[in-house]
């Protein structure tokens, strides 16, 4: 599939600090990919350089091939970008605030006021349209900003949190858009929220320190770098003879306990068993047996070192 | 561009009308009554011997629309840009950042003039004029060149200042700085000599200056003038430069 995002040994400096470190990827176009990695990752300001809010220091960022740094005008017009904070202006209604940005990007007044409805609709906001900025909740100015972002039809989607500050039917709703979307438009996203981003993703860039540590469909992820899984055993009683006996099988991986409930991680199913004929008279009052997640896949152990 | 920010501009009048709508009628009133009548109590006549109130009337419409350029540059460039809207979104827009400057300046001014048009209003209420439609039409472009040159330094100003307290005492001493020392209301050689000397070559001046000079002699001064479209075009590519390098664009 063509790109529509490239980064060619892009890298950005602040204060002296290395945000991003010479990063080259590309994104397919219309795919849907998530971004996420720890506080102070790179992850927004590698949207701000997406969506041209920025500069990098060096290196090349292309949208559907056109240098952005010396294609601004056009490049500009194939973004639509929602930033982490609010940044409608206050003392505008939410449809002014929309229909301002669609003047700015020359929309014919009614097919925006049409796009509106269309989108405000699916959000579950138009009955706000006419609420002043500032009177309406965080929730509803995202949306207010997600709609602004796609106003002008943009081939590109650049989301900060787009479903920040939402309860949880506008976040349902908002991903419902997104994946509508997705196919007809190349949507980047950053979230924090692991779980969102496990149900709607073609791949997943996981960020450390301005890099790229890993990078693919979560399965995929989870295939390559972990073929792990997650075991939770609850005794009646873990005394610590017996914490330091089962840790200590060979083949159980990142032990851990909470009480008395002992956590831990194996290749195999088998390993269970290995722990269980360890305290054969130890009451167990509960088991569980995980599939491993993003979480897991974003825990520091897995993301820096891996289980070994 | 202009189109947009002139929309937007009328939207936040509606949404604000009565507070707008009293600004522009209280704020010349006030002049009136607070500087300019106790003024013509102390200056009877300008150096010239014109009668103070027919004397000051040109400046006090190029005062008024002075201050009245002030609100949306402050808005945008200031108190939005410090608290991280809109302004960051207006420069993702597909447009260079001098001409959003431009932009900027262009609906600026036109509120600026409607806020003089009422001020003229209220003014000859008050005080007959004599100025005849090729005065007013002169008035009316010298008024707009002096704005987009007050209006870039406001612009400026803006982008330099991030703290509300150190921009309070700029503004202050802005006001004090258009109200005084531009001849609006008190003639340049009421000053001590050096004062006036400053004064009269600052480009602020000029283009009441050049009124001034086409009301008394007939002359239309092309030389200051051109100086201030100069200057404005410069300073309005500085603002863009200067406005990129804020967003580090």
């Given at each position: 599939m063509a790109a529509s995002i490239t980064l060619k040994k892009v890298g950005k400096i602040i204060g002296g600090k290395t945000?991003?470190?010479g990063l080259s990827f590309g994104i397919e176009k219309g795919s849907l990919v998530a971004v996420v990695g720890l506080n102070g990752a790179g992850k927004s300001t590698l949207l701000k350089l997406l969506s041209g809010f920025e500069n990098p220091n060096y290196g090349q960022v292309f949208l559907h091939g056109l240098d952005m740094n010396k294609r601004r005008n056009e490049t500009r017009k194939l973004i639509g970008y929602v930033p982490y904070e609010n940044d409608l202006d206050?003392?505008?209604t939410l449809e002014e605030n929309i229909l301002f940005n669609a003047e700015l990007f020359n929309v014919k007044s009614d097919i925006a006021k049409k796009q509106i409805r269309k989108y405000s609709t699916l959000l579950g906001f138009n009955n706000q349209l006419?609420?002043?900025?500032?009177?309406?909740s965080g929730g509803i100015h995202k949306k207010t900003m997600l709609v602004r972002s796609l106003i002008h039809n943009p081939d590109i989607l650049i989301l900060d949190?787009?479903?920040?500050?939402?309860?949880a039917e506008s976040i349902r709703l908002t991903w419902d858009l997104i994946k509508d979307l997705r196919g007809d438009k190349s949507i980047i996203y950053v979230s924090n929220s692991l779980n969102e981003i496990e149900q709607a993703h073609d791949r997943i860039l996981v960020f450390d320190n301005g890099k790229i540590l890993m990078d693919g469909h979560l399965d995929t992820l989870l295939e390559s770098t972990i073929e792990y899984h997650q075991f939770q055993i609850e005794f009646e009683l873990l005394t610590d003879d017996l914490y330091k006996q089962l840790k200590n099988?060979?083949?159980?991986?990142s032990p851990n306990r909470l009480d008395n409930t002992f956590h831990f991680y194996g290749r195999t199913r088998d390993v269970f068993f290995d722990v269980i004929s360890k305290a054969p008279n130890e009451k167990k009052i509960d088991l569980n047996l995980k599939k491993l997640g993003l979480r897991d896949l974003l825990d520091s152990e897995f993301a820096g070192k891996g289980l070994d | 561009m202009i189109k947009a920010l002139i929309k937007r501009r009328l939207w936040l009048w509606k949404n604000r009308l009565i507070s707008s709508i009293s600004i522009a009628f209280i704020f010349p009133i006030l002049i009136i009554l607070l500087i300019i009548v106790p003024f013509k109590s102390i200056i009877?006549?300008?150096?010239?011997?014109?009668i103070y109130e027919s004397w000051v009337y040109p400046g006090f419409i190029f005062l008024i629309t002075s201050i009245g350029i002030f609100p949306l540059l402050y808005r945008d460039f200031f108190d939005l840009r410090i608290h991280q809207k809109l302004l960051a979104n207006i420069a993702?827009?597909?447009?260079s950042k001098s001409t959003i400057i431009y932009s900027y300046l262009v609906c600026a001014i036109l509120e600026a003039i409607f806020f003089g048009f009422i001020a003229a209003i209220i003014y000859s209420l008050f005080i007959p004029t004599n100025l005849i439609f090729l005065d007013y039409s002169i008035l009316l472009f010298l008024v707009t060149l002096h704005l987009f040159l007050l209006g870039n330094f406001f612009i400026t100003m803006c982008l330099s200042i991030n703290s509300i307290s150190i921009m309070w005492i700029a503004i202050f001493c802005s006001f004090i700085f258009i109200t005084l020392g531009?001849?609006?209301?008190?003639?340049?050689?009421?000053?001590p000599q050096i004062m006036e000397s400053i004064l009269r070559y600052q480009p602020f001046s000029f283009s009441y200056q050049s009124f001034h000079m086409f009301l008394s002699?007939?002359?239309?001064?092309w030389k200051l003038i051109s100086i201030t479209l100069l200057i404005v075009y410069f300073w309005i590519l500085f603002n863009g430069f200067f406005l990129r390098k804020k967003f580090q664009q």
């Open positions: 945000i991003l470190a206050p003392w505008l006419n609420q002043t900025a500032f009177k309406v949190e787009p479903t920040g500050y939402m309860d099988i060979p083949t159980v991986v | 009877l006549y300008s150096l010239s011997g014109i993702l827009t597909p447009y531009n001849g609006f209301i008190l003639e340049f050689e009421f000053f002699l007939n002359i239309v001064d």
